[in-house]
């Protein structure tokens, strides 16, 4: 099993950034397509990015497109989140979530082996 935290989450003023980190617990980090997904009040469970279990390629959903940046360490297992140019919509508990990698796996449309417990980002404005 795979245990994934959350920390970063917070407020923020529009216009402002926020720095989300995931650490994971399992041995085989790597061996994981990373992801954040996010859950605003009302709305369903969408995905914001993914990232490839080496960390060469990235994945983006349309919102988060030159606003936010995914990256990994596999020396220390976490997965971080970097959200620039926050808006009020950007409201959301955020979930980190782990994929096992395999054959014909669509980072746009995974679904996680496990996930974290979410930390919440709050953006005013």
């Known amino acids: 099993q795979v245990q994934l935290v959350e920390s970063g989450g917070g407020l923020v003023q529009a216009g402002g950034s926020l720095r989300l980190s995931c650490a994971a617990s399992g041995r085989t980090f790597s061996s994981y397509i990373m992801g954040w997904f996010r859950q605003a009040p009302g709305k369903v469970r969408e995905f914001v990015a993914g990232?490839?279990?080496?960390?060469?390629?990235?994945y983006y959903a349309d919102l988060a497109k030159g606003r936010y940046d995914i990256s990994r360490d596999n020396v220390k297992n976490t997965v971080d989140l970097q959200m620039s140019i926050l808006k009020p919509d950007d409201t959301a508990v955020y979930y980190c979530?782990?994929?096992?990698?395999?054959?014909?796996?669509?980072?746009?449309?995974?679904?996680?082996?496990?996930w974290g417990q979410g930390t919440l980002v709050t953006v005013s404005s």
């Open positions: 979530a782990a994929t096992l990698g395999r054959d014909g796996v669509d980072p746009f449309r995974m679904k996680p082996d496990y």
């Open positions: 990232i490839s279990g080496r960390g060469y390629r990235t």
